[in-house]
């Protein structure tokens, strides 16, 4: 690998490692301000700031996939694998956020991407692992995600300083 591409992906992995720890940053923020507010059935504020929550995961998430398009390769996968383990463990993070975030498309057209509709308002429980959002059939359960997102988001942030390494050292990716 010449000098000029090493320059050019030392520049994508600084730029990525500070997308992942930005939205890493915002996802922590929300789930403090989620469990720390006052909850009352009247006040919308919870709900406004799982939406925020939501889109927070769905950016860091959009951040290990940028990673995983410029790194991944077919023997060295770390932001495939982090990404599989953050969505098997949330399932419904994706659709949720789709749900919360595109209403505008669900009203015009009926139905989004997946076919699930918002005849029931959004819900919330408490129960011993914390909150979670229910719409519909779909849970959300933000312990987890929180949990979750900052596991893939340490994950991919050891895989760029490898990754680094790796070209400041040997002038190639890791293999």
Do not use: K
Request: hydrophobic share 45%; glycine share 4%; aromatic share 8%.
């Amino acid at each position: 690998m010449d000098q000029l591409e090493q320059a050019r992906l030392l520049g994508l992995a600084a730029g990525f490692q500070g997308h992942i720890e930005r939205w890493r940053r915002a996802v922590a923020m929300q789930d403090a301000r989620i469990r720390n507010h006052p909850w009352a059935s009247e006040r919308p504020d919870r709900a406004v700031d799982t939406e925020l929550l939501a889109l927070c995961l769905r950016n860091l998430l959009r951040a290990c996939w940028a990673c995983h398009g410029c790194f991944d390769h077919d023997t060295y996968a770390p932001f495939q694998e982090a990404m599989n383990n953050f969505e098997a463990a949330v399932p419904h993070a994706r659709v949720i956020r789709d749900l919360l975030q595109r209403f505008d498309r669900y009203h015009a057209d009926g139905h989004l991407d997946v076919f699930i509709s918002l005849d029931e308002p959004a819900e919330w429980r408490v129960g011993p692992e914390g909150y979670s959002l229910l719409v519909n059939e779909l849970r959300l359960d933000l312990a987890t995600a929180s949990r979750e997102s900052d596991r893939m988001a340490a994950t991919a942030l050891r895989a760029i300083n490898y990754i680094v390494f790796c070209i400041q050292n040997t002038g190639e990716l890791p293999t």
